[in-house]
């Protein structure tokens, strides 16, 4: 997959990344629900196999039902 430079930085990214907004459940005000551990982590990997280099954790990563850590550490992150 093809890399473009983010802004005014050194930094390169592809174009299509992966939404992960509803991976850690639903159990907080703007969850989607209950989100399989499994099927999850595979999406992840999903993306990577195919030239991502990048997840899109959204602005509410350790609030609510994200504060349990199982973002982050499907990640990498922590």
Do not use: C
């Amino acid at each position: 997959m093809m890399l473009q430079r983010l802004g005014k930085s050194d930094l390169r990214i592809t174009p299509i990344g992966l939404g992960a907004w509803a991976i850690g459940g639903g159990k907080w005000e703007f969850g989607w629900g209950s989100q399989d551990d499994s099927e999850s982590i595979a999406a992840i990997h999903a993306g990577l196999d195919r030239g991502i280099n990048w997840i899109d954790t959204a602005s509410r990563l350790r609030v609510g039902a994200f504060g349990n850590g199982r973002r982050p550490r499907y990640q990498g992150t922590q």
